[in-house]
């Protein structure tokens, strides 16, 4: 082929003859052109190939730059600042004391005279019960108690004619052995006289001795029989006032069929309908006292050889700060969490509920004070069967009525930490200290506080930079290395940003 290319290069140097004249000249030989001429174009396309080729390995191997569009409000300056370490969590408010509030008889509801929320005084009327079988009870004991009366009364009349009759046996003794002396006298003196003889004076003697012997002894019997008497007397009496604080407390449960609030509060748990049967001691509410209040919070299990009683936590509602203090930790530990529970240290008059003043009530009746009720007579007890159930003014209508009228005034002018709200609470986990500090921001979302953006001096481009971030709050993060006073970041997230370590803007 080589030669076959030499012959061709070789018939093209031989002269031709002249087309337009037809002679027999020579044409002028061309010079043989350089190769890399023939295949300048393969050359060119293999070069920027080449080219390509070396852009893309110096992309691969160099930082990756993305083109982006930042804002100032993306931006954030790394501080030296105080950094306090809390715990932001939801709290939820309930009383500090809280009081059970049981059906003393059981019965069926007749009437409900509070509802849920309802905020109540010490003898309010909660529930009124209706059981037949008690005031029957009632009706057999207080006829019971009747005719035990008539028969102490009787026995007493029996007892005291006794002690007329004993008094006037012992009257009568006396008299006799008075007699007899004077006799024993004017025997003596006639003896003196000679009227009667020394054998007739010891007569009248022995018969002195004797009788007053015997009187004497019946003396002393009456006197004993006295006695016996005044202690039957007492023990009568005793008996029957026994027999009148039994019907008493009979009548008691009568009283006890109507629930009263045990003490000033918010009363809640109120589970009864009417018709619905309570049995004796069953829980038919409870009662939140409103002038202490405690929160019970649930932090992650990360916190529980941190978290410890005394430290101080705070929440503000409307304005009001609100200070408290961990109180007590549950040390089990459930779905990754423990529980807390927190009091108030600092209990303003505003934080202190105003609770409506009491009703007048009426004097003896179920709402008097334990110990202040007086018990003149039995008869007063069993009248006391015939007369209504007592109630407030206003109570009584149940939930198709207004309810407690009047009461939950309390709730009003005041802003106030009400049971089962949530507050937001900050717990303090120490004191402040001096430390940079940046602020929180989604960047942690896709980097976790393994490296940031930092923005240049140009405040054009940021690359990545790697740091270590130590404790956090619900505002900043703490700063252990990577990053200076002053050195500015980006803080959004930077899920646009993908694999690139450098950004413009």
């Known amino acids: 082929m080589e030669k076959n290319k030499n012959s061709q290069l070789h018939f093209d140097s031989l002269p031709r003859k002249n087309a337009a004249g037809g002679g027999s000249a020579m044409d002028i030989p061309l010079p043989p052109r350089p190769w890399y001429v023939k295949y300048r174009k393969y050359i060119i396309g293999g070069a920027v190939l080449a080219a390509l080729m070396i852009y893309a390995m110096v992309l691969q191997l160099g930082p990756r730059t993305l083109k982006v569009t930042i804002g100032d409000e993306q931006m954030a300056v790394a501080t030296e600042g105080e950094f306090l370490e809390y715990i932001d969590v939801n709290g939820v408010v309930s009383p500090a004391t809280s009081m059970r509030v049981n059906a003393q008889e059981g019965g069926t509801v007749e009437r409900i005279c509070c509802r849920n929320g309802d905020v109540v005084r010490r003898g ?15 009706a057999a004991e207080r006829q019971t108690y009747e005719l035990q009366q008539m028969q102490h ?24 052995l008075k007699k007899m002396a004077q006799d024993y006298e004017l025997a003596e003196e006639e003896a003196r006289m000679g009227v009667k003889s020394q054998a007739q004076l010891k007569v009248a003697r022995d018969e002195y001795d004797y009788n007053r012997q015997r009187t004497l002894l019946n003396i002393e019997s009456l006197h004993q029989d006295s006695v016996l008497n005044i202690i039957g007397r007492q023990l009568i009496e005793q008996q029957m006032a026994m027999e009148a604080q039994r019907l008493a407390n009979s009548i008691s449960r009568r009283d006890a069929l109507v629930v009263l609030a045990p003490t000033d509060g918010q009363i809640s748990n109120i589970n009864a309908t009417i018709g619905a049967q309570i049995a004796a001691g069953e829980q038919v509410g409870e009662i939140g006292v409103l002038t202490d209040y405690k929160l019970t919070a649930r932090l992650n299990e990360y916190y529980i050889d941190r978290v410890h009683t005394g430290l101080s936590a705070t929440a503000v509602l409307k304005g009001q700060r609100y200070v408290f203090e961990v109180s007590r930790t549950t040390p089990q530990v459930q779905d990754h969490s423990f529980a807390i529970e927190l009091k108030q240290k600092n209990i303003t008059q505003q934080t202190q509920r105003t609770l409506p003043q009491p009703l007048p009530v009426r004097e003896g009746s179920i709402y008097s004070q334990p110990g202040n009720t007086t018990d003149n007579s039995s008869e007063e007890s069993a009248e006391s069967l015939s007369t209504p159930l007592p109630h407030r003014e206003g109570q009584g209508e149940g939930l198709q009525g207004g309810g407690l009228e009047g009461q939950g005034e309390g709730l009003q002018g005041f802003s106030l930490l009400l049971p089962g709200q ?36 140009t405040g054009h481009s940021a690359h990545r930079t790697p740091i270590k971030l130590g404790r956090q709050n619900t505002e900043h993060y703490e700063v252990l290395s990577g990053l200076h006073a002053g050195d500015r970041i980006l803080i959004s997230g930077y899920e646009a940003f993908g694999d690139a370590e450098v950004v413009e803007w």
């Open 153 to 176: 009364r009787q026995q007493l009349i029996e007892m005291q004619q006794k002690s007329i009759t004993l008094r006037s046996q012992a009257l009568q003794a006396n008299f006799e």
């Open 422 to 457: 949530t507050l937001r609470l900050q717990i303090e986990l120490g004191k402040p200290e001096r430390r940079l500090i940046i602020p929180r921001g989604s960047f942690y979302a896709q980097t976790g506080g393994q490296w940031v953006m930092l923005v240049d001096e």
């Open 124 to 138: 309010d009327t909660i529930l009124v019960l209706s059981n037949p079988k008690v005031l029957e009870e009632i």
